[in-house]
């Protein structure tokens, strides 16, 4: 059974930065491509950022390209998000997810992790 374990969330003023980061296990990480989602209060789920397989493609949200970066660590089974010029729109559950692919654009999100509440304060 898959698992996704996010951790990293926190309180954090606008203009810092926090590092998210996914554990993930179950079946063989580098087979799958990965994202992050998150949902703001009273809003729906949205994609953050997704990384195929081999990390070499990835993809942004227009709000926060040049500020997030969404990278993975294959031999370990891990997937970050490193956030900086946090602004207060950014406040939200952030989850890690797998999709059903190597490949973000070619098919959905297969599993998903419970969520890592981040707080951007002004």
């Not at 997810?97 to 070619?106: G, I, K, L, V």
Request: hydrophobic share 30%; with cysteine.
């Amino acid at each position: 059974q898959v698992q996704l374990a996010e951790s990293g969330g926190g309180l954090v003023q606008v203009g810092g930065s926090l590092r998210l980061s996914c554990a993930a296990s179950g079946r063989t990480f580098s087979r799958y491509a990965m994202g992050w989602f998150r949902q703001a209060p009273g809003k729906e789920r949205e994609s953050v950022a997704s990384i195929n397989w081999s990390g070499k493609t990835t993809y942004y949200e227009d709000s926060v390209k040049g500020r997030f970066t969404i990278s993975r660590d294959n031999a370990n089974d891990m997937l970050y998000l490193q956030m900086n010029s946090l602004k207060p729109e950014d406040t939200g559950v952030y989850y890690c997810a797998q999709y059903y692919s190597p490949h973000y654009d070619f098919d959905g999100i297969q599993y998903w992790g419970k969520g890592t509440l981040v707080t951007v304060s002004s």
